[in-house]
């Protein structure tokens, strides 16, 4: 019997896992600019932790965990997400007593039960960022900025910021009551997560994907319209330092977004031509997170990018080109008696950081020669007997075609100099 990755996840086979590496690598780079630095956490956690930091009513929650008993009898959860991680540890380390504001970034696995689509899948991979610490509006509109330089050096230049605010727990209460008021009569029309959830939490009503609850409440209050002062004067800060900044948003008043931990800025970054899981990337401030998961009241704030949607988006890029490493050099060697020495010759390839292979089936000469042009060798070394014999390599430069003659000790400088 044949088995097959299970629904919602896939494998990346070269040469696509080279694109992965590629975007990563830039990913990371750019965040470092900003003083972010890496935090790894384990991909599963105690199911507590996600259903306290995540929010008990979100859907994460509700529907889309892998939870499972382990031998001891714990329930655990594999990751849905990063941002409660990153909260755990930092309360668990207590590092938030070291400098502030703290700055990681993290990237892989999530795990969410969710009917699988283009763009949505059951393991899909996040990168995100989350710093602690600090209130200020400046950091809200630091880190936006850093999410769009990430897609600016990505080369995705046709994406929407939305942005909104969503409040703190003040004025967020008062606006619950006034949502609720609103939803109450129409509750017999809206989907049965939503009329058992709409009272503990009618924000879900209003991030409910189905057509049904969509229709039932139009015309619902904004939140926007009820933020307090501090809450209004903390978004205009945000709004006014982007538009300093060039970076164009839309202020959104449907973003809500699907987790229960969010106060004030929330935004996500929409690229439409991918489809309808156009949401690349999300996030916002949480600042009474680290205090709902058992550590102090400091404020965090983070995003996280979709890698498999940036992947998609960048799909559509005509500047993206395949960012694939050939081969610096193929070694061919003409006859296996010479099969030991050939290892010692790519030994000294790769030590000196050239990349080098070799045929490894008995390939012919010829089939030797066609092997290395689709590995794209940029130079192929010939090792046959005059070569072993006179202690020289004859040396093919696959783009010029032209063929020449090294002494054995020369040749690590001979192909640095074609490669340079
Ligand atoms: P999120 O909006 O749930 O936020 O996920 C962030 C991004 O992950 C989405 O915009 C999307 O690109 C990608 N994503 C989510 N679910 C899937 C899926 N099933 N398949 C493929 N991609 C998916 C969070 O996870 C928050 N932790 C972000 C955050 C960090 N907020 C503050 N700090």
Redesign the pocket.
């Known amino acids: 019997m044949q088995v097959k990755a299970p629904r919602g996840t896939y494998d990346v086979l070269p040469p696509d896992s080279k694109k992965w590496q590629f975007i990563e690598q830039i990913i990371e780079e750019t965040a470092h600019l900003f003083g972010y630095n890496e935090i790894r956490t384990p991909v599963f956690e105690h199911t507590e932790l996600f259903e306290r930091g995540v929010g008990e009513t979100t859907d994460?929650v509700t529907k889309e965990m892998y939870t499972f008993q382990d031998k001891s009898n714990r329930s655990l959860t594999l990751r849905p997400?990063?941002?409660a991680s990153c909260v755990r540890a930092l309360v668990e380390h207590s590092v938030y007593g070291g400098v502030m504001p703290v700055k990681w970034y993290y990237s892989g696995p999530?795990f969410?039960y969710?009917r699988p689509q283009t763009?949505?899948?059951?393991q899909?991979h996040?990168f995100?960022?989350?710093a602690f610490g600090s209130h200020s509006p400046y950091l809200d509109a630091e880190i936006i900025m850093l999410l769009v330089q990430i897609l600016h050096n990505l080369g995705l230049i046709d994406y929407e910021l939305h942005l909104n605010s969503v409040g703190c727990p003040v004025c967020r209460e008062t606006y619950r009551q006034i949502l609720i008021t609103h939803i109450n009569p129409v509750k017999e029309k809206l989907c049965p997560d939503c009329q058992s959830r709409y009272e503990k939490n009618p924000l879900r009503v209003l991030d409910c994907k189905i057509e049904d609850c969509k229709q039932a409440i139009t015309d619902f209050p904004f939140i926007f319209d009820h933020l307090c002062d501090n809450c209004k004067q903390h978004y205009n800060l945000v709004k006014s330092t982007l538009e300093a900044g060039g970076i164009h948003y839309l202020h959104d008043n449907n973003l809500v977004?699907?987790?229960d931990y969010y106060t004030n800025t929330a935004f996500?970054?929409h690229i439409p031509s991918i489809g309808a899981?156009s949401?690349?990337?999300?996030?916002?401030r949480?600042n009474g997170l680290v205090k709902a998961c058992g550590g102090p009241d400091i404020p965090g704030?983070?995003?996280?990018?979709?890698m498999?949607?940036l992947l998609l988006a960048l799909d559509g890029v005509p500047e993206y080109k395949e960012p694939y490493s050939s081969l610096d050099v193929f070694l061919a060697v003409l006859d296996d008696k010479y099969d030991v020495q050939a290892m010692q010759v790519l030994e000294r390839l790769r030590t000196a950081k050239i990349m080098a292979d070799r045929d490894y089936t008995g390939r012919s000469m010829k089939a030797q020669m066609k092997y290395a042009d689709k590995l794209g060798a940029r130079i192929v070394v010939l090792m046959g007997e005059d070569e072993v014999n006179r202690g020289f390599f004859t040396i093919r430069d696959m783009q010029s075609r032209e063929q020449l003659e090294v002494k054995s000790e020369q040749i690590i400088s001979a192909i640095k100099d074609i490669l340079a």
């Open positions: 994460i997400e990063g941002t999530m969410r969710d763009g949505r899948y059951r899909f996040q995100g960022v989350e977004r699907g987790l996500e970054i899981q949401a690349v990337g999300g996030g916002g949480y704030i983070g995003f996280a990018l979709g498999e949607r």
